[in-house]
């Protein structure tokens, strides 16, 4: 059987929606110049290119028009790469990845770009024109549930404290902070050149944040709740890109190799609990690679909320020292089309600088879904 | 000429001087702001930009836009000054120390165009003082223009020229304060004080001393300066908590300083050892942790609490109760010769400030009707003093100012059995100092529905509202009904209105001079309506509204509305029908329906939808417009100025702002004659909403917003007839929706509405208390 390899990663600085350095950049321009990136930091011959799969949770306006192609031509791509742009929401970039590497199997292409965009700035969550069925509203209220109504029926489905939530937000955000401090982002961050100048580092990273600060900041959803805005992934403007080839392909042009993917997985869940997502779609991917949790030495899991993330976690039985070793999107940040291309790259890159043998990166997705990949170390 | 001044510079980014900044921004002209280098930092602008920051979030606001802030641009005195020479005119706002102006005037004197008119903001420190010593050139193009604070509201600006001032540069801008700033531009002599200060430190002084020597609570006390007068009922008391406590010994200090011997101030500025005290414990007044009043926060609740003179501390509020203050009414000689304290009080504090006044003129300015302008808009007295004079009678009050042996004016001898205002074939005049009456004379080009109204009769008329004939063939329709609430009877004469411009007219304004263009419908007919179950009543008088609204907006001639003041409700769906608007730049205007469990029944929602939904910088589809409209309407937004109004596309592209609300009916009126050649009324708009899945959208928003505890039981009743309407009803997004069809969905919708329990109960808390209930 062909091995699928990631054979490259890298991403925009991820910045605060409407406040942050990016928030004025169109995200056609941002992840033409990560796509441009990626291609110069791993060497690969464009013209080998077989098609950019995006990924983008609310492909419209600027982010509309089957961006993907857009994106190729913006970023001065041999006119005979294609593009698609996939939607799964936030595991859009992920669905990239796998897409990317099921054709490769099928024989239809040995490289691909997979990448993620969202800006979230400038496109708003919902997009411009939700008209919601109103049939399905009343039969499946979750369907349409905004996501912090769903972060909420996990903490009290999986009783996870507002205290617990908010040890979980500061180790993220002293996790994100140290590693920025170390320059451990660097090699993975493309510099975006805007009108206002360059931006090269992340924006959402609170190094300071306390227990304390965290339990002075009011509830963001539901009076009688327990999550705030300290507790959930802020809004973030960002691209990500990962380039997915076959083994042999890289080999034979010398590029470096990453990671090889072992094995994926999706899986639906009650839409009320979409955060659960993970739980089900990881089980089966470590199902399919014959693995368990605890065998993962590097965990990207995507921190939509601190309260679905730690459900997630204790149900698949992950150790908690290899979970988001440079922290997660609570500080990091989640542009949703662009969050499963840098979990996949950041677990791949991980494998790579701590060693160990396998590697998981997972999230869920609003409307009840999760998705996973499993990856090895070469 | 106002056209002259293109820019402007203003030096010295304290309250005052980032306040004139911001309301030349707010007029929509560019300004350069200076102020001193910081004592440490990089940034040499530091100091004006955070003055620019901090009147960002100051409330009230200073600016009537974000966007207005991005029109001042900040600079430092050591960098920027030769940037003057960009700027038409120099208003110098820096500490009250002639040594630091002077020394600014002389560099000012190097870099500034010749020509360019320079002027002072002092309060205390004469024209001719501030000139000493400086050169001709320099004396030609200065003058003081004095403003209060806060310089976006407050409507006065006192103007003192020298001898050597040249006219034609001061008539420059003074035109472009009226104007542009929107000030009533008073001419003052370069006496101490001016005119308002002068008067009104003389009234407080007069006032803080009196309470405790006559025996008066200061609730007492600010009860008795306040409603019988026309005081604002802040009072005394309150009002030098709001100016701020610790700048009284400063401002009477300099009073004294600058006034002679003779003058009578030197009798009633006496030691006010509360205030003293007050000030040694940290009390500066409503900027701190308040003054003679205090909000008492200990314990969990929020005390209003003041200070009792006679220990100094402080304890509860307690409401004054005087029952010769009850007794005397709004009748001003009664209250001057009640018994005891409250006649002794109102006499040795306004009787004699009254005195003092009369003695202003012709020391700090020609006629009496500045000082009535000054003590009007400078401190929000209802009445100027000469027409408080003309209240009590002026034999009565010469008679006892004799009685006592107070100074008698030579004003007051002229005024001997006459009275100050009268009304002269439809004019109103004034007495001057030659004891002649003479006409009062408005600012070039401004036209008030007040004068009009003095010289002939209404071409027509109900309880509820008038027609006047403004001129020109223009007619002006004004709501005369209580707080220009609206009712069946100003639909009826706005329908015969109607008939009456269609036949012999050209154009209507619709315009009134009270505080409020309209606060709505008057929603206790509604009530009284639902409380009999009298609900085809309330139909009809919904139809009727709609019907008018819809009469208005086609009428084959043009109709201007022109607000000032708060624009609610159905005051604001006046303007959403009229051709243009021309509103006052102190416009408060939002459909507020929402708050009393209602939503806009005249056309409101129509409009607004009309309006945001063809909105070309909209986001294309059926979505964006309504949610704007929705986020609007259900959380009772009102707009803080006319620029906000435009944001809210209560203003459209082709709609005017006036900045002084003297010239708002001639601007109207313009407005409207401007339209009438070629005139052709508007079409119906056809649009595209939602239907049933865009309400979806906004259900599920309310129901965030009270699972947040944002929203209550009774908002999600409402937001969700609200969204019945704002997406159409049960239309389809292939389908176009008729104008008629959304007044029905309001209709419906506000007729369910007021069968419920909670929404009548809202409307009986706000009929009662003038508050939402948030049931």
Known sequence: MVNVVIAGYARSPFTLARKGALARVRPDDLA???????????????????????????????????????????????????????????????????????????????????????SMSRIPMGGYNPLFNPVLAKKSPGAYMGMGETAENVARRWQITRDAQEEFAVKSQKKAASAQAAGKFKDEIVPIHAKAGVID????????????TLAGLKLAFDQEGTVTAGTSSPLTDGASAVLVCSEEYADKHGLKKLARIKSVGVAGVEPEIMGIGPVRSSRKALDRAGLKGTDMDVVELNEA????????????????????????AIALGHPLGATG????????????REGGKYAIATQCIGGGQGIATVLERI | MAGSIKKVCVIGAGVMGSGIAAQVANAGLPVLLLDILPKDGANRNAVAEGAVARALKTDPAPFMSAGAAKLIECG????????????????????ERLDVKQALYHKLEVVRRPGTAISSNTSTIPLQTLLGGMPESFARDFMITHFFNPPRYMRLMELVTGPATDQALAAVVAQFCDRALGKSVVVCHDSPGFIANRLGVFWMTGAVTETPEIGLTIEEADAIMGAPFGVPKTGVFGLSDLVGLDLMPHVNASMAGALPKTDEFHTINRDMPVVRRLLETGYTGRKGKGGFYRINKSGGKRVKESVDLKT???????????????????????????????????????????????????????????????????????FGPFELIDKVGVDWFVARLRAENIAVAPILEKAASKTFYRVENGKKQFLGLDGAYHDLKRPDGVLMLEDIKLAGKPVLKNSSAAVWDVGDGVLCFEFTSKSNSLDEQIMALLQKTIALVKEKYKALVIYNEGSNFSVGANVGLALFAANIAAWAQVEAMIATGQDMMQKLKYAPFPVVAAPAGMALGGGCEFLLHSDAVQAYAETYAGLVECGIGLLPGWGGCKEMLGRWVTDPKMPRGPMPGPTKVFEMISTAKVGRSAADAREMLILRGGDGVTMNRYRLLADAKAKALKLVDGYKPQEPREIVLPGPSGKVAMDQAVAGFAKLGVATKHDIVVGGELAVVLSGGGTDIIDVVKESKILVLERESFLRLLRTPATLARIEHMLETGKPLRN
């Open chain 2, 312 to 382: 100094g501390e402080f304890r509860p509020e307690r409401k004054a109760n005087l029952p010769e203050l009850e007794a005397a009414g709004r009748d001003i000689r009664k209250l001057f010769e009640a018994p005891g304290k409250v006649g002794a009080y109102a006499w040795n504090v306004m009787g004699r400030t009254l005195a003092y006044a009369a003695r202003l003129v012709p020391e700090a300015a020609d006629e009496i009707t500045a000082i009535d302008e000054a003590m009007r808009l400078g401190y929000n007295w209802k």
């Open chain 1, 201 to 212: 580092s992340d924006g959402c990273i609170r190094g300071d944040t306390t227990k304390e």
């Open chain 1, 32 to 118: 033409a110049e990560v796509v441009r990136g990626l291609i110069e930091k791993t060497g690969v011959k464009p013209e080998d290119i077989e098609d950019i799969i995006m990924g983008c949770a609310f492909p419209e306006g600027e982010q509309g028009m089957n961006v993907a192609r857009l994106i190729g031509l913006l970023a001065d791509l041999p006119l005979s790469v294609g593009g698609c742009t996939v939607n799964r929401f936030c595991g859009s970039s992920m669905q990239s990845v796998h897409m990317a590497a099921g054709q490769i199997r099928l024989g239809a292409g040995d490289v691909f770009i997979a990448a993620g965009v969202e």
């Open chain 2, 76 to 95: 430092n005195i050591d960098d920027d000054l030769a940037r003057v020479a960009e700027c038409d005119w120099i208003v110098e706002v820096v500490l």
């Open chain 1, 341 to 352: 291309a840098r979990i996949v790259g950041k677990a791949a890159s991980l494998l790579a």
């Open chain 1, 305 to 328: 909320f601190a309260s679905q993330s730690l459900a997630s976690m204790s149900e698949i039985g992950f150790r908690e020292e290899t979970v988001n070793i440079d922290g997660g």
